[in-house]
Every structure is written in structure tokens, then in C-alpha cells.
């Protein structure tokens, strides 16, 4: 499975970006991560299939809403609220089975994944 992300962009505090993930396949569970400079990668949100479950790192709770289009076998990622601390590459990830909810943010559980797109929140 091939993945592809884009969307991203240079905002300004407050602003809103949408990000899409399309996959060359189908997958049980689609995540998004991001990683600063300097910073390890860390989970954002994942949107599990088969039961529809979606889960949100704090940090974005309430700002950020992962959605997705089985049309299209996109996932969005619809980011409001901006804050300079969201400016990172963000990357796609995706895996045929479904991880468990305790699991979810943990990159090992993903096998795939996209080439990541760079969002930067600067005034």
C-alpha cells in the first residue's frame, strides 16, 4: 500500500488547513503523526475502520478532526486553531490490521507510510 499526503502549507496563527492521505489500498486503520525539528515523531489522530473509533493526542483535541472519504479511500485531517507549536511534517501512516486503542500511537504499529508534508504556523 502506497500513501500519499499533501495539503500542507504556511498559515498564520488562528488560520485552518486541511491535509489528505490517499491510499493505493485499503487499510484497517489510517493515523497521522507529525514530527518538529528536533523532536521525535508523535501521534496526532487515527481513525480505525471497523469500528469507526477515533482518537486525538491532546495537544489537537478539540482543534483538529480526522475524517475520512471511502469514495476516494482518503483520510483527511482538518486542523483549526493553529498554533505555531503544530509546525512540523506531518505524515500519513496506515496498517492492514487494527491496532488496539492502547496502541494507537505508537509509529511501529503502522507498516505504512507517506512521504509527509510540512505545515509551518508563523505569524
Known amino acids: 500500500v502506497q500513501l500519499q499526503a499533501f495539503g500542507g502549507g504556511l498559515v498564520q496563527p488562528g488560520d485552518s488547513l486541511r491535509l489528505s492521505c490517499t491510499a493505493s489500498?485499503?487499510?484497517?486503520?489510517t493515523a497521522w503523526f507529525r514530527q518538529a525539528p528536533g523532536k521525535e515523531r508523535e501521534f496526532v489522530a487515527v481513525?480505525?475502520?471497523?469500528?469507526?473509533?477515533?482518537y486525538y493526542a491532546d495537544s489537537v483535541k478539540g482543534r483538529f478532526t480526522i475524517s475520512r472519504d471511502n469514495t476516494n479511500n482518503a483520510v483527511y485531517l482538518q486542523m483549526n486553531s493553529l498554533k505555531p507549536e503544530d509546525t512540523a511534517v506531518y505524515y500519513c501512516?496506515?496498517?492492514?490490521?487494527?491496532?488496539?486503542?492502547?496502541?494507537?500511537?505508537?509509529?511501529?504499529?503502522?507498516?505504512?507510510w507517506g512521504q509527509g508534508t510540512l505545515v509551518t504556523v508563523s505569524s
Open positions: 501512516a496506515a496498517s492492514p490490521t487494527t491496532p488496539i486503542t492502547s496502541a494507537v500511537h505508537y509509529p511501529r504499529m503502522y507498516p505504512y
Open positions: 481513525l480505525r475502520r471497523s469500528t469507526n473509533s477515533i
Open positions: 489500498g485499503r487499510t484497517s486503520a
